[in-house]
């Protein structure tokens, strides 16, 4: 029986989490339109540039998935 139960948040919960999620997407597109400010990306900007959108894909898809379980 304990099995079958699921472990859901509150809904509350979720929101809150959506919200944080979005504010920090928001911060790395920040830092992404920053980056692109430049002319020339160094080697360690391009490798920044890469890590922040992976970072912006990974947090919208969190998002994604949570408001598919609201």
């Excluded at 989490?17 to 992404?32: G, P, R």
């Excluded at 692109?36 to 894909?57: G, M, S, W």
């Amino acid at each position: 029986m304990i099995a079958e139960q699921k472990l859901e948040k509150p809904k509350g919960e979720i929101a809150a989490e959506i919200e944080i999620l979005k504010s920090e997407h928001a911060a790395l597109e920040q830092k992404l339109l920053e980056l692109n400010r430049h002319t020339y990306l160094t080697p360690e900007e391009r490798a920044e540039e890469a890590r922040i959108k992976k970072q912006k894909l990974q947090k919208k898809d969190r998002i994604f998935s949570l408001q598919r379980s609201l």
